[in-house]
């Protein structure tokens, strides 16, 4: 596609509901990012996947939160038992993933999913 | 580990006027640097980056960036503003083996008017 989409691009869930957000990276684009962005504050990596190898999950604040990428395009952020301080705008992206350091690459973000638990 | 910091949270400045947003870094080493810009509903978008070389950097949209070493800064600036500059500006930085995830700054919300 032309650019990153996300979706749904707005959640409202009950606290304790499980969620899904997903994530169309760049056609072509090995590299994706996940990061959540909360009111007033920067973006917090999550997590981040490059081609086969397997993923940078540091960023990840608990056990409650995972994502996998299907076919090494489409990925899909899951978080369990959803708390009201995961309300939020999550952020994809992805970049092409040519360079070693993925990292230091050029990243095309998506719109966002704005997640509000109740 | 690196660190960023934005010291505005809010800038206003009149349509024309001159712009430059703070960014101060803290790393070991030599960084890599970046500013991103992101309007209302949309996601983030790449204005300029500095790796190596010239430590002014030329962007899109008519910004530019200083790296200043001796000051641990990497100030966005733009001699004249638009009104459609209005959006919120993160600066990011990273580290030479792009092996660590970028570290973002919290965000300096532009407001421009008339």
């Known amino acids: 596609g032309a650019g990153v989409s996300q979706s749904p691009s707005n959640k409202v869930t009950e606290k304790g509901k499980d969620v899904e957000l997903r994530c169309d990276p760049i056609?072509?684009?090995?590299?994706l990012y996940w990061y959540r962005q909360s009111l007033g504050q920067g973006l917090e990596f999550l997590i981040y996947?490059?081609?086969?190898?397997?993923?940078?999950k540091s960023g990840l604040p608990s056990d409650r939160f995972s994502a996998e990428r299907t076919g090494g395009s489409v990925s899909t952020l899951t978080i369990q038992r959803t708390q009201q301080e995961d309300s939020a705008v999550y952020l994809c992206?992805?970049?092409?993933?040519?360079?070693?350091?993925?990292?230091?690459?050029?990243?095309?973000f998506g719109p966002g999913t704005r997640l509000l638990v109740l | 580990a690196q660190s960023v910091t934005q010291p505005d949270i809010h800038i206003t400045v009149s349509e024309g006027a001159s712009l430059e947003l703070r960014c101060n870094y803290s790393?070991?080493?030599?960084?890599?640097l970046f500013w991103y810009v992101q309007s209302p509903g949309q996601g983030l978008q790449l204005l300029l980056k500095?790796?190596?070389?010239?430590?002014l950097v030329q962007g899109i949209k008519g910004f530019e960036a200083e790296f200043k070493r001796s000051q641990s800064s990497f100030n966005l600036r733009k001699p004249s503003v638009h009104w459609s500059d209005a959006a919120e500006y993160f600066c990011?930085?990273?580290?030479?083996?792009?092996?660590?995830?970028?570290?973002f700054g919290k965000g300096t919300r532009l407001s421009v008017i008339a």
């Open positions: 992206a992805s970049s092409s993933g040519g360079l070693a350091g993925g990292y230091q690459e050029t990243q095309y």
């Open positions: 056609s072509g684009h090995t590299a």
């Open positions: 996947f490059q081609g086969n190898s397997a993923p940078d």
């Open positions: 790393y070991g080493a030599t960084p890599y």
């Open positions: 500095y790796f190596s070389g010239d430590t």
């Open positions: 990011a930085v990273g580290v030479k083996s792009g092996n660590t995830p970028l570290v």
